[in-house]
């Protein structure tokens, strides 16, 4: 069973920059699918990026532009960096795999917040 644990959230003033990091407790090189969500309070969680094994990526389009996945299959390591934050970017941001290219992911960090002030 691999774990997700996620780190890099934190307070940030609007047009600031993050980077979230996912660590795997085991190798992602199996993982055909690699994203980012985040969940504001009160709504359903939104798929803010995803990776697949051969690198192929997709944002959702209120990030494209400031938002880069990027996943190291040496490292073990999936990332997210954040430029020109918004106070709308403000949510819980979790990582997540799966196995199959399509479908629901089986795995799930803990979370960890981002918080951008205006």
């Known amino acids: 069973q691999v774990q997700l644990v996620e780190s890099g959230g934190g307070l940030v003033q609007a047009g600031g920059s993050l980077r979230l990091s996912c660590a795997a407790s085991?190798?992602?090189?199996?993982?055909?699918?690699m994203g980012w969500y985040r969940h504001f309070l009160g709504k359903q969680p939104e798929l803010v990026a995803s990776i697949t094994s051969g690198g192929s990526t997709n944002y959702a389009d209120s990030v494209k532009g400031r938002f880069t996945i990027s996943r190291d299959n040496t490292k073990n390591t999936l990332s997210l960096q954040m430029n020109s934050l918004k106070p709308e970017d403000t949510a819980v941001y979790y990582c997540?795999?799966?196995?199959?290219?399509?479908?629901?992911?089986?795995?799930w960090g803990q979370g960890t917040q981002v918080t951008v002030s205006s």
């Open positions: 085991g190798s992602i090189f199996s993982f055909n699918a």
């Open positions: 997540a795999a799966r196995a199959t290219l399509f479908g629901d992911y089986d795995y």
